[in-house]
Every structure is written in C-alpha cells, then in structure tokens.
Nanobody, 117 residues
Framework: QVQLVESGGGLVQPGGSLRLSCAPS????????MGWYRQAPEKQRELVAS???????NYADPVKGRFTISRDNAKNTVYLQMNSLKPEDTAVYFC???????????WGQGTQVTVSS
C-alpha cells in the first residue's frame, strides 16, 4: 500500500510563509501528476495546485501569485511554497499523486495549515 508522507504545516501569522513537502514512504514507480488539495471546515476539498511530470503547473485562482508548486522527480517529492498567507488559506492540505501507467491515485493523510494572528 502506497503511503504519502506530508510535512511542513503549522500555525503562521497573516502575511507569513510555509513550505509543504510530500513524498512516498517507499518505492512507488513513475508518477504523472502531483498536486495539493485543501479542505476547510464545512467546505468541499478543492484543488490548490498541480504539476505534471514535465513541469506544467496549474493553480487555483485564489492562490495564483502567492503559491508555487514544484517537484523533484528523482525523489518523487512535491513541494508547495506558500507566501503571503491569508486567514482564508486555513485548511487541511492533502497531497495527491496520480500514477503514469495505471492512473491509480493516492492521497496523503493531510497536514493542518492555520493562518491566524
């Protein structure tokens, strides 16, 4: 069973920054798309950003210009650099990967990001 390990969440003041990381705990094979989703209380889970194996990125409108997604294919690791954080960014952030050949999808356990003064 594939497990994705996330790190980097926490409490930060408005305007601050955090960097999330996500990597599989073991050998996983070729990953096509890696992404980050978030779910705030009483809201549906939504896409934050995604990146293909070739480096094509996609961002949700609320985070454009503030968040940057990147990946290290050699380490199968995806990062989310979050700058100029706002209280409305508060949510549980989930890592997601979609495999290249099978199309199988895996989720991380989630990491809490809280933006508050």
């Amino acid at each position: 069973q594939v497990q994705l390990v996330e790190s980097g969440g926490g409490l930060v003041q408005p305007g601050g920054s955090l960097r999330l990381s996500c990597a599989p705990s073991g050998s996983i094979g070729s990953i096509n798309v890696m992404g980050w989703y978030r779910q705030a209380p009483e809201k549906q889970r939504e896409l934050v950003a995604s990146i293909t194996r070739m480096g094509t990125t996609n961002y949700a409108d609320p985070v454009k210009g503030r968040f940057t997604i990147s990946r290290d294919n050699a380490k199968n690791t995806v990062y989310l650099q979050m700058n100029s954080l706002k209280p409305e960014d508060t949510a549980v952030y989930f890592c997601n990967v979609r495999m290249s050949y099978t199309g199988n999808e895996y989720w991380g356990q989630g990491t809490q990001v809280t933006v508050s003064s």
